[in-house]
């Protein structure tokens, strides 16, 4: 896929990205709310920026196992890795910001990950930890692939529902928004209607 290639389908019930992600807010929705922001940064930018940071709690997780294998039991290194997974889904949508994005670009980028795997899974081969090395192969697929997402975020949802206002995804989309609209000193006088959009979206959908 190419730089300028669409990153999403808008529907009539929002835009869905190739990874399956669901925003409940349509492109001229957005627009309508936020079209000074698009005139600056698109939204295909945008919701890459969403996705990458949507992937933190994975991402963070991911680069944390082989380092928790390295030092400590397998099961503490397990523990570890959940509780990093499970605190930035909780905590993440709140903290949204440009800065630490461009670091979580450069930590989602899947050859940055294989090469940190290769090298810390070389040394536990080397070292006969071999109970981490398969602990090691078998959380890099559990993680990249999202498959820890479909297993944990069912028992967040209530919770993650109490501690914000949108779903997760929009929430962190218009943080972004938000973001985008500081840097480049845009007024956004519509954004509480575009929520508004989202929530009645969201629970028609429901």
């Not at 933190?56 to 390295?70: D, H, I, R, V, Y």
């Amino acid at each position: 896929m190419g730089a300028a290639s669409p990153t999403f389908v808008d529907t009539p019930r929002g835009i869905f990205t190739a990874s399956g992600i669901w925003f409940r807010t349509s492109e001229a929705g957005v627009r309508d709310y936020a079209g000074d922001v698009l005139d600056h940064e698109p939204l295909r930018v945008l919701v890459r920026h969403a996705e990458v940071w949507l992937r933190l709690p994975e991402t963070l997780a991911l680069w944390c196992l082989p380092a928790a294998l390295w030092v400590l039991p397998v099961w503490g290194a397990v523990g570890v890795s959940l509780g990093v997974y499970v605190t930035w889904s909780l905590l993440g949508p709140a903290l949204v910001n440009r800065p630490m994005l461009k670091v979580a670009s450069l930590l989602d980028h899947v050859f940055v990950q294989l090469m940190y795997y290769v090298g810390v899974l070389s040394l536990l081969a080397i070292t006969a930890h071999y109970a981490a090395l398969v602990v090691g192969l078998a959380g890099f697929i559990i993680l990249r692939w999202g498959v820890i997402r479909k297993i944990v975020e069912p028992g967040l949802t209530t919770l993650l529902q109490r501690m914000y206002p949108l779903p997760v995804p929009d929430q962190v989309l218009r943080a972004l928004i938000h973001r985008a609209a500081l840097k480049y000193r845009v007024a956004l006088p519509e954004i509480d209607a575009m929520a508004n959009d989202i929530l009645a979206i969201w629970l028609r959908n429901k």
